[in-house]
């Protein structure tokens, strides 16, 4: 048993495991602000009072959610990269970590989109008419009145959203990033001996990252609910 | 307005409209449930569109959509059934949005007139709560409040009191009979027998989307022309 403990403690010393998982949460951390960025414009398109833009949105979050991210990623790297040569970053390994945060942010809109759409839904018409009575056109009275509620009631499809986001990370090993799957499977192959204790390890690590995005999520929704 | 249709579907509910409301005047549309008349008030400032017919506001056509429309709706009071304060905002909020963000008029400037505002509705003391935390009436006042705050040329009301408890809807007459006195150009869809009597300068009886009746309040209370005004009037004042 002491042997085993040893020769576990002897994963950290020869892989970067800390390191590794630190990838994840940078891919995550980006991942989210600019899925949230792209699912907000998509979601804004979705309810807009222009059909074509709605068309647009709609035909961007079918594209993507109904696209699996493996495929997304591969693309990006082998299509984007290798096929039309475009760099974003003179780093190889930098330029794959920012094709996976791009892919990760594409993939993830779609379900920010209808994680807000979601939210909208929960703001009743009125609050709607009330603002376009005060004479405040579309724009103004999506930012000022629909968004700040919506995403109020968004929180918990959002958290969930996150948390997919959170554990597809590991997709980007997909995209030559070095993250903690793809040094799971190194581990793997050159350290069968602790074989199952690396499964732990990175299961247990991911757990550790997840729970409290549940939680926090299921906090700010109580906190925030909008009182009616 | 002149010649106005709208259907829903099949049904058609308002049929071939024409109302003209001078400046100052108040109106009240009274009529049984389904007769069209707040879908007529909502059309006003568009938020049903119609048909065909045109409306006027200030002999001006009203605008189908964008930022005419948006800049017509300033200029028109809206009063819901249902309040529809901004739920996420504190009263004062409530009152200050539409001046600060539609008229561009500064923070300080918009806090002042809204406090006013909402010292003449009689809630200036619950400035800072959130809308939920009033009662029904008070939240009704403060949306009396924000549209005011916009400087309307005209204020509708949608059934201003169809969703207060009884013991609150006086609140909510006066505060509307003290506007009708100040000669607010007001039209009123209500079931308020008495805020009709009270305020209205006519009285606009609607049934089956028709206009059915027109007249001033005294005759249309003592003396109803119509059948179907004598049987809703029968109706509703037998008990």
């Known amino acids: ?84 040569g475009i760099n974003l970053s003179p780093d190889f390994n930098r330029n794959f970590f920012l094709y996976a945060v791009i892919g990760l942010s594409l993939y993830h809109a779609a379900f920010v989109c209808e994680s807000i759409r979601s939210g909208v839904n929960t703001v009743p018409v009125g609050q709607a008419e009330a603002a376009r009575a005060i004479g405040l056109s579309f724009l103004p009275a999506a930012r000022l009145v629909i968004f700040p509620q919506a995403l109020r009631g968004a ?74 | ?92 909020q409530n009152v200050t949005l539409g001046p600060m963000k539609v008229r561009g008029r500064s923070p300080g400037e918009a806090k002042e007139r809204a406090m006013e505002l909402l010292t003449r509705v009689g809630v200036a003391n619950q400035a800072e709560k959130l809308p939920a935390q009033l009662s029904g009436g008070q939240q009704q006042r403060v949306a009396i409040a924000r549209a005011l705050a916009m400087e309307p040329k005209v204020m509708l009301f949608d059934e201003p009191t169809s969703a207060l408890d009884p013991e609150m809807i006086n609140e909510v007459l006066d505060t509307m009979v003290a506007l009708a006195k100040q000669g607010m150009t007001m039209i009123v869809v209500t079931h308020e027998m008495g805020f009709a009597r009270k305020a209205a300068d006519r009285v606009v009886f609607m049934a089956d989307g028709m206009i059915v009746e027109e007249s001033t309040p005294e005759e249309f209370f003592t003396n109803p022309r119509s059948e179907r005004a004598k049987d809703f009037l029968g109706k509703i004042l037998g008990h």
């Open chain 2, 1 to 92: 307005m002149s010649h106005v249709n709208k259907h829903f579907g099949d049904l058609h509910v308002l049929k071939d409209i024409n109302l003209e409301v001078a400046r100052g005047e108040v109106v009240v549309v009274i009529g049984p449930s389904g007769s069209g008349k707040s879908t007529l008030c909502r059309a006003i400032n568009r938020l049903e569109s119609i048909d065909d017919g045109e409306i006027l506001i200030d002999g001006k056509r009203l605008p189908e959509e964008g930022a005419a429309l948006a800049r017509l709706r300033a200029d028109v009071g809206m009063v819901f059934q249902s309040f529809n304060l901004f739920a996420h905002k504190s009263v004062l």
């Open chain 1, 155 to 228: 929180i918990t499809p959002l958290g969930n959203t996150l948390i997919a986001l959170t554990k597809n990370t590991t997709v980007a090993a997909a995209a030559s990033v070095t993250e903690i799957s793809a040094l799971m499977k190194t581990m793997i192959e050159f350290r069968p001996d602790v074989i199952i204790a690396v499964f732990l390890t990175v299961a247990l690590g991911f757990v550790l990252l997840v729970v409290p995005v549940g939680l926090l999520t299921t906090w700010a929704s109580r906190k925030l609910a909008v009182k009616r």
């Open chain 1, 1 to 84: 048993m002491t042997d085993y403990l040893n020769d576990f403690a002897s994963l950290f010393d020869q892989y970067d495991v800390l390191g590794a998982f630190w990838v994840n949460i940078q891919l995550t951390f980006l991942a989210a602000i600019g899925s949230m960025l792209l699912g907000s414009l998509v979601a804004l398109m979705r309810i807009s009072p222009i059909a074509s833009l709605r068309l647009l949105g709609t035909g961007y979050v079918n594209l993507f959610r109904n696209t699996p991210l493996t495929i997304i990623l591969v693309f990006l790297v082998l299509g984007v990269w290798s096929q039309l």
